[in-house]
């Protein structure tokens, strides 16, 4: 009988980092490289860089900075999503880029954290958004909250309404896309199977008319539902 083969260690994470800083990219890049699992395999000064180098190396995830020369975060984010939609895309941003971070929310990006942020929530945004999840920091979504403006209030009861016409199952899905879980930690939360989570995610994006999870975890922010472990 032979021996049972050694299992092969996980591939790390692929990260690309996109930033005009560079100050900043050496800190985030010290950050990420002494985090086990996590590999810096590229560093862009603007957005067409960001995009060469995503498409040269096929990162798992691409941090970029809102604002850079060339071309901006979002306009780098909008081609990623059409020319490597394999790769995860978290903006960085600082307090004073709320219409920004309003944009973006239609650029198919999988998370925002905040420049001056916790190492720790940096590190966990990461690994989220390659696992699938949203990674929205609380803070980024109180302010987009109120960036809306004098409508959030009729914004929030229309938030609350749109998932009352949801299952009970589907508004529990909803509240931990909102608290960031991924699929499988959601799929473990409710004791059934990934796949289970993944077609509840689909039939809800559809039903209510949102291109992707973050914009399904600001809709359970505005309805007050992002943090309960039980239906909204």
Known sequence: MSAPQPLSAPQPLKVLLADDEALLRAGVRAILSAAPGLDVVAEAADGREAIDLTLR???????????????????AAE?????????ALIMLTTFSEDAYIARALGCGVSGFLLK????????????????????LSPEIARRVIAHLGPDRLTRAADARARLAALTAREREVVALVGAGLSNAEIAARLHVVEGTVKAHVSAVLNRLALKNRVQLAILAYEAGAAHSDGPA
């Open 57 to 75: 190396h096929r990162p798992d995830v691409a941090l970029l900075d809102i604002r850079m020369p060339r071309l901006d975060g979002l306009q």
């Open 79 to 87: 081609e990623l999503r059409r020319t490597a939609p394999g790769t």
């Open 116 to 135: 001056s942020g916790d190492p720790r929530e940096l590190l966990a945004g990461v690994r989220a958004v390659a696992d699938g999840a949203a990674c």
